[in-house]
């Protein structure tokens, strides 16, 4: 099994910064995706970043271009977001979460493995 265990969350003023830390542990043989996504209450879980796990190739989503990068730590083993000029529609519970190969990484019906997730909270 696969485990996953965010880190980093907190409070920050909207144009801020913040970086997030997905460890990864356990047997990732198959893996493909690691994926932070985010879900704000009463809306959807919305998929903010992917990394595949061997070759660096990276996701986005459109609201987040510019303002984000996820990467990897091979030493570590972790996945992490960092986070710029961070905007108060950002504030959500941020989770990481791992898959074999899918063809839309951003979507989260097929991941089977997730963290308990970190809150992320932007004030204006």
């Known amino acids: 099994q696969v485990q996953l265990l965010e880190s980093g969350g907190g409070s920050v003023q909207a144009g801020g910064s913040l970086r997030l830390s997905c460890a990864v542990s356990?047997?990732?043989?198959?893996?493909?995706?690691v994926t932070w996504f985010r879900q704000a209450p009463g809306q959807k879980r919305e998929g903010v970043a992917a990394?595949?796990?061997?070759?660096?190739?990276?996701t986005y989503a459109d609201s987040v271009k510019g303002r984000v990068t996820v990467s990897r730590d091979k030493d570590k083993n972790t996945v992490d977001l960092q986070m710029n000029n961070l905007k108060p529609e950002d504030t959500g519970m941020y989770s990481c979460?791992?898959?074999?190969?899918?063809?839309?990484?951003?979507?989260?019906?097929?991941?089977?493995?997730w963290g308990p997730g970190t809150q992320v909270t932007i004030s204006s």
């Open positions: 979460a791992a898959t074999t190969f899918i063809w839309s990484p951003l979507e989260d019906n097929e991941y089977k493995y």
């Open positions: 356990g047997n990732t043989y198959g893996i493909y995706y």
């Open positions: 990394i595949t796990l061997h070759s660096d190739v990276t």
